[in-house]
Structures are given as C-alpha cells and as structure tokens.
C-alpha cells in the first residue's frame, strides 16, 4: 500500500492508466473548446441566441451516446479483460481524430457535430473501465487518493484541453489544421501509454451481453436501486453533471456578452473552474483522513451553492462587447471576483464528487461495479441532455447568461437539499466531519485491525460525550453504537446518533426492558454483518482512568458469536467534552484541535472474550500509546 496517494505515480498499477486517461481527457476537450469558440465567433457571428443555441446543441450531441450505449459498455468491461479494451478504445480515437482534421478542412459544422458524437461515443465505451479498473489495481485505502489523482489529473487535463483548443483554434488562419495536428498526436500517444497498463482480468467472464440498450439499462437501474446509498450517491453524480454542463457549456457567450471579454477570456474562465476541480479533488484525500468521507459531499453542495450565487451578482450584464483582452480584464477590481468564484465552484466540485465516486466503489458488489458505472453514466447522460434543454429553453424564453447561471444556483440549493433529506448519512457525515475537524486531530493507529467485512464488535474506553463521533470519523465502515440513552438523547448530537440508527441502552435496574431491546437490536445487527461499538465501562469516565468493564459484552458474543476488537482513545481527558474539573461541558472552551490517538488492538476470537480480558487488552493499548 502507498504511503501517500502521490506515491501511485511511482506505480505501474497506475501511472500508465493515469496518463492515458488524462490524455483522453485532453484531447475531447481540445476539441470540444476549439469547436465551441470556433462555433460562438466564427460560425454564428454577432447572433447571441444562435450561438447560446449551437454551443448547447453541441454539447447535447456529445452526451447523447451515453445515454445509448453506456449499458452496453459497463456489461463489456465486465466481460472482458479492461487493458484489452482500453488499447482498442484508443486505436478507435485516433480514428475519430483523424475524422475531426477533416471536418475542420471542410469546415463543415454538421461533419464537426458529428465527430463530438463519435467522441462521446469513444468515452462512453472509457468510462465503466475508468471507474472499474481503480478498485482492481488499489486498495482500499489507496481508492480517495487514487480517485483524487484521477479527477485531478482529468481536470487539468481539461484545463489545458480548453487553454490549448483556445490558442490554436486562433493561430492565424491556420487555427482549425494546427488543431487537428495536435489531437492526433495526442491520440497516438495515448494508444502507447495504454500499452504499458497491466492487466485487469475480466470480474464475469460468462456474463451473456443484452444489446437491448433498454431492458439493460432497467436492470441496471433495478439493480442501483437495491442499495439506496449507492443509487442517490450516482444520483447526486448526475445531478453534479447537470450542475457542471449547465454552467459550463454558458462560459463562452458569458464572457462575450457579460464579461466583455474576447475568446481568450473565455478560456480562462473555463480553465480557472478545471483548475478548482483538480484542486478540489487533490485535497479530498488530505481532507478525508485517506478515507470514504461522505461528510465532504454536503461541504461540497453549500460551496457549490455560494460561489454560483456569488458569480451572477459579480455581474449581470447582458449586452456587453468583447473588447478585453486578459490584461484588459484583471485591470477591472470586479473581474478578479467572478475568477475566484469560478476557481471556489471548482474546488467545492471535486470536494463533492470524489466522496460520491469512491462511495460507489466500496459500497457496490465488485461485480457490477462497472455496470453501476454505466448506470451512473446512463443518468449523467439524461441530466445533462436536461440541462441542455433547460438551458435552451431559458434563452428561448429571453433570460440572459447571468440569470441562467442564477437559476441554475438556486436549483443546486434545492435538489443538495432534497438528496439529503433522503439520505441522512450525508448530512450526519458532514456534521461529524465539521465536530471532529474543529476539535481535534486525529491520528489513528492500526486502522487494517478492523475488518473490510463481516460482523465484529468494537469496544473502547470511554473518556467523553464525543468518542462515539470520533470513532464514527476514524472508521471506513459505518458502526452500529452501543451507547447509554442518556448520551443518545445530548442536544444536536442526538440528530447524529439517530441518523447513525445508535442503539440506546439502559441499566437493568433502570429500564429492565430498553436493556433486553437493545441486546436484540445488537444480535439482529451483527447477524446483517455490520460493525457495532460499545463502551464496556457503561459510562464516562469522572477521573480520567478505566472503570471496570461490565459484563455485557460477555452476553453479546455468547449470542452472537464474532471477533471482538479492542480500541483505546487517548488525548480525551480535560477537553470539553470529559468531565474533567465538573460536568462535561459546563465550561467555556479551553482548546481546538487537540491532538487524539485512536489505537486499534488485534481481533480476539470469540471463543477467548470475557470482560477482563478485553480490559487488560484495552489497558495495554493504552500502554502503548504512552511508551
């Protein structure tokens, strides 16, 4: 395993498929942007409506093949070995960009459009072995931080796809040949790196292929939809795709008529949101604890929302002239504004994408995982022939640039909303995030101890109202807690715990019935195969030292029999949250971002728990956490 996700450059496993994907990414949008800009100020003159109608139909047609075809490639990079497919898949697109030299030769806009259907045609057959092959060469651990270099490098690849499609498409008279001379030699040589990925054996190799694009794309469906999180983290995806080609495909006529700006800028408005992407999904990995952090994904959606919002009132303008050049532009105190926001929407896009991609990844069965890619891309393809719809629509009904950028704000903040009404755990997720983030940092040791599946049962001391949030964070799996009713019910943690579906207990003496509930609940849960977490001692520590361990977890695995993982926190007592000098949290804050230690034992079979054995092996964790 890396140690950090920049080591996978060093790794055969990766660095080939990341050059070529990135490749692919630079060569579509070298073209789509020298076509676009070629479209808004060659083709359609000084016309704002037809060159706002050409721009979206044009990226209408490039989605169009995803939406038929994406069933049928997510069944083949299943079926077959993926490097296999990947070599052929680039052969195919130094076809298509021969093609495109020829239509730029003809100048010939429905040859042009016909070629962005050919090359969305290309990248719908890419993009279940793009998202496929991650999990096959990466381990969990690696999968962030290998998604965080994917998204990154594919957004500067994009970022210099739009600056590179921006200059040579206005190199003299000679624009539209140095563009396709260029696409080419891409092409050529993202077909040899491809040859240096290695082999990626076939998940379901007697899978039988339905060309029926229909049925198949239902059964995809039907299948997404048996895991709730994962069907609402693709739509939260496609939703993403809707959101980015809305705004997107409006840059070129928002920086001619709103920003006053000539091609150039455009370009630059274009790349400044790639470059926050790549940023973006660089950070997730740091911001993450190298982990699935789903908290990320509504961080995402507030910033998304706030930056849009900002773009429109930066400025509304919508009849300006394009006379500044780049110099021109940064000379206006008001233009450095819409540069930054578009670099933030960025940024808080790969915040909230990269969470929902490696989501998918590690919640879905490993073989359909490309199947649910090609769903998920299925869905992107309908979202953004809807947001070109939509777009079209607007201007036909007169609403200006700004205004569609406005809307299109506003819609975020509703459907972030709706998506996370369905779906608690995003929100629970972001708030733990936000809780833990603010307090303290957290380093954890050992974290391969608790198992990638199956049932077992966490035990911990017990030092403060947060530990419960703090294991939740330093966990990749979802845990089931075990926790004192009274805790349950603490003001605004209680959202969390409920949303958590934490399991309230209660002394025998005190409620006999809430007690014998909740070890039901714990045997019902553990028999799903799911992780649940007590706290042994039955309450907080008042001194700062371990009190006994309490019988119970004897009970537990009697029931149920699974291995039982000890854990110690440390660096608890005398925050906020402990009861040190008085009741917890009766006292004003005394430090942030303390450091915490969160040390994981060695799984103990069940056959070997009794409550003194787990003390002890808590106690020397605790041990060694001070040697």
């Known amino acids: 395993m890396s140690g950090s996700q920049f080591e996978l450059f060093k790794q055969k496993r990766f660095m080939p498929f990341f050059v070529t994907q990135a490749l692919g990414a ?104 793009k998202y496929g092959i991650l999990p096959q060469h990466l381990s969990k651990e690696e999968l962030v931080g290998g998604n965080g270099l994917v998204e990154m490098g594919t957004f500067l690849a994009i970022l210099l796809g739009m600056i590179l499609g921006g200059i040579l498409i206005e190199v003299s008279d000679v624009g539209p040949y140095v563009v396709s001379s260029v696409v080419i030699l891409i092409a050529v040589t993202g077909y040899l790196f491809s040859r240096k990925i290695p082999q990626a054996p076939a998940v379901n190799p007697d899978l039988k292929i339905n060309f029926n694009t229909f049925k198949e794309t239902y059964r995809n469906f039907s299948f997404m939809k048996k895991n709730r999180v994962v ?28 920003l006053g700006g000539k091609s150039e800028i455009a370009t630059l408005i274009l790349a400044a949101f790639s470059l926050g992407i790549g940023l973006g999904s660089m950070l997730c990995e740091r911001l993450s604890g190298r982990k699935v952090e789903i908290g990320l994904v509504p961080f995402g959606a507030i910033g998304l929302t706030i930056f849009t919002l900002d773009l ?83 201007i036909t009904l007169g609403f200006s640039i700004p205004e569609i950028i406005l809307v299109t704000a506003v819609l975020n903040a509703l459907v972030a909303l709706y998506i996370f009404t369905l779906v608690p755990e995003f929100l629970m997720r972001f708030l733990i995030w936000v809780f833990v983030s603010i307090f303290y940092r957290l380093k954890i040791k050992d974290i391969e101890n608790i198992p990638e599946k199956g049932a077992c ?136 971002r303390s450091k915490v230690a969160l040390n994981i034992g060695e799984q103990i079979a069940a056959e070997e728990v009794t409550a003194e054995r787990l003390f002890d092996e808590v106690s020397k964790l605790n041990k060694e956490e001070n040697e």
């Open 457 to 592: 049962v966490l035990v911990c001391n017990h030092v403060s109202f947060m530990d419960a949030l703090i294991l939740a964070a330093g966990s990749r799996r979802p845990i089931r807690f075990v926790m004192d009713h009274r805790i349950f019910k603490t003001p605004i943690l209680s959202f969390i715990f409920k949303t958590a579906k934490a399991i309230p207990i209660a002394p025998a003496r005190e409620n006999p019935e809430l007690m014998e509930k909740a070890f039901d609940k714990v045997a019902e849960v553990l028999d799903k195969g799911e992780v649940v977490c007590i706290f042994p001692e039955g309450k907080i520590t008042y001194d700062g030292n371990m009190n006994v361990f309490k019988p119970g977890i004897e009970k537990i695995i009697q029931r149920t029999p699974v291995p039982v993982i000890p854990m110690y926190l440390d660096g608890l007592w005398g925050s906020f949250f402990s009861r040190k000098d008085g009741p917890a949290m009766s006292n004003i804050p005394r430090r942030f």
């Open 312 to 394: 429109y009132f930066a400025n509304t303008t919508a009849d300006a002239s394009p006379t500044l050049g780049i110099i021109e532009f940064f000379q206006h105190a008001h233009n450095w504004r819409v540069f930054i926001d578009s670099i933030l929407i960025g940024v808080f896009g790969g915040f909230f994408i990269v969470p929902l991609y490696a989501l998918i990844q590690t919640r879905c069965d490993p073989l359909h995982i490309s199947r649910t890619i090609a769903g998920n891309n299925i869905m992107n393809a309908l979202f953004m022939v809807m947001s070109g719809i939509m777009a079209i629509t607007l």
């Open 26 to 129: 630079l060569n579509d949008n070298i073209y789509k942007t020298a076509l676009f800009i070629f479209f808004t100020f060659a083709v359609a003159g000084d016309s704002q409506e037809e060159s706002g109608l050409l721009t979206n139909l044009a990226a209408i047609i490039f989605i169009l093949p995803f939406f038929l075809f994406s069933s049928t490639c997510g069944q083949l990079a299943e079926k077959y070995e993926k490097s296999g497919i990947i070599r052929k898949v680039k052969l195919l697109e130094i076809a298509i960009m021969s093609l495109a030299a020829i239509g730029f030769y003809l100048q010939s806009t429905p040859f042009l459009i016909g070629v962005l259907f050919l090359m969305g045609t290309q990248s719908a057959i890419f993009g279940p072995i």
């Open 231 to 258: 069907f609402l983290s693709v739509a939260g995806i496609s939703w993403f795709w809707f959101f980015g080609a809305t705004i997107m495909a409006q840059i070129p006529n928002y920086t001619k008529y709103t």
